[in-house]
């Protein structure tokens, strides 16, 4: 890839400088499980001192890192393209509560090859059949993966045991949700995964991942909207009804999920 910094770039550094990065207020479902109002009660947060707010793997440019800086929150954030890592570095390199780790997260450690798209960087993968299943929608049909890297990768284990445990674990892998869940030998207390209506599989193959280490009840929201859209937690049954029968052209969406049992 060249120096030429292409213009989401440069539109990014702008939106930063001036501050006009998306936010989410004190009502938003994310904001709830760090914060511990009604979507996740303050009672269920453990006290040790290893236990970290937040983990987001695919932390892209940091939005959702500074809004929960600014909360108090402590976060790890793993980002594996580079050219997003060093914006990430710019902005929040020497802030006192946000570490940051460049690369991959699976369910084994190694080297994997990640498919970057230059100029829509936020659909930038690891699963050749991901892309293969999304190129089926209309909204990814100008969308080109030019890029192919070698990328280093730890998993979640590792990540716990290094940094500590968190309390809501954000996973943003672009079809490869389920390899960062497999790479659980432990349940995490609540966290979240992206589904696409098109690669509606995997989401429900994670909903099932998640239910051989513990047991889940399980939200949702819609697009970036960052609310939670059942007014009663489902059951992993219920979850996965309601995941097919999204329609394969449906809007993209968080699925969310707390433990309340080991």
């Keep these: 890839m060249s120096g030429r910094c292409l213009p989401w770039v440069s539109e990014l550094t702008r939106a930063h400088s001036g501050n006009k990065l998306a936010?989410?207020?004190?009502?938003?479902?994310?904001?709830?499980?760090?914060?511990?109002?009604?979507?996740?009660?303050?009672?269920?947060?453990?006290?040790?001192?290893?236990?970290?707010?937040?983990?987001?793997?695919?932390?892209?440019?940091?939005n959702r890192l500074r809004v929960w800086s600014n909360l108090g929150a402590r976060i790890v954030?793993?980002?594996?393209?580079?050219?997003?890592?060093?914006?990430?570095?710019?902005?929040?390199?020497?802030?006192?509560?946000?570490?940051?780790?460049?690369?991959?997260?699976?369910?084994?450690?190694?080297?994997?090859?990640?498919?970057?798209?230059?100029?829509?960087p936020t659909v930038t993968t690891l699963s050749p059949g991901w892309i293969d299943a999304v190129r089926q929608r209309n909204t990814f049909a100008n969308v080109r993966w030019d890029t192919a890297l070698p990328v280093a990768f730890t998993t979640l284990v590792s990540l716990i045991t290094q940094y500590g445990e968190p309390r809501f674990?954000?996973?943003?892998?672009?079809?490869?949700?389920?390899?960062?869940?497999?790479?659980?030998?432990?349940?995490?207390?609540?966290?979240?995964?992206?589904?696409?209506?098109?690669?509606?599989?995997?989401?429900?193959?994670?909903?099932?991942?998640?239910?051989?280490?513990?047991?889940?009840?399980?939200?949702?929201?819609?697009?970036?909207?960052?609310?939670?859209?059942?007014?009663?937690?489902?059951s992993p049954d219920e979850m996965i009804t309601l995941l097919t029968s999204i329609p394969v052209d449906g809007r993209t969406g968080d699925v969310y999920a707390r433990r309340i049992s080991c």
């Design 23 to 62: 936010s989410y207020d004190q009502s938003s479902c994310i904001t709830g499980f760090l914060l511990g109002n009604a979507a996740y009660p303050a009672s269920t947060l453990s006290s040790s001192k290893q236990m970290i707010s937040a983990l987001t793997l695919g932390a892209h440019v940091g």
């Design 77 to 120: 954030g793993i980002e594996p393209q580079p050219h997003c890592m060093r914006l990430l570095k710019r902005w929040y390199g020497h802030h006192p509560n946000i570490t940051l780790v460049e690369g991959g997260v699976g369910s084994a450690p190694g080297i994997r090859t990640l498919f970057m798209s230059r100029f829509t």
């Design 169 to 234: 674990c954000k996973i943003d892998a672009e079809g490869y949700e389920l390899e960062v869940l497999r790479g659980l030998s432990k349940s995490i207390t609540t966290l979240s995964f992206e589904y696409n209506s098109a690669a509606m599989d995997i989401a429900v193959d994670c909903v099932e991942c998640l239910g051989e280490l513990a047991t889940y009840e399980f939200n949702w929201s819609l697009g970036e909207s960052h609310r939670l859209r059942s007014s009663a937690w489902l």
